[in-house]
């Protein structure tokens, strides 16, 4: 397959529930930092590495103003501190 050829395939993946997160840190002590490794496309390698900064849910316009989303819970990363070039 050529640069310009591109493939086209389904990427299924299932989601983590709450619940399997607590089994997954249970007995895990509290101030362990938490690590979230990205790829750039489904399936791909890892490239970079984050850590989250903040849980909750999200907020949705529903018409009347502006509602929390409870149907998913978000988690925001950012990149770990450190010395970073601009």
């Known amino acids: 397959m050529t640069i310009e050829q591109t493939e ?3 990427h299924v993946v299932q989601p983590w529930t709450v619940g399997e997160l607590r089994k997954a840190l249970a007995g895990l002590r509290d101030d ?9 496309e489904p399936d ?5 590495e984050r850590v989250i900064t903040h849980v909750g849910f999200g907020k949705v316009d ?7 989303d409870r149907t998913y819970l978000g988690i925001s990363v950012d990149f770990p501190s450190g010395e970073y070039s601009r």
């Open 62 to 68: 529903e018409g009347d103003g502006w509602h929390e």
């Open 32 to 40: 362990l930092p938490i690590s979230v490794w990205t790829t750039s």
């Open 44 to 48: 791909g390698p890892t490239v970079e």
């Open 8 to 10: 086209t395939f389904k």
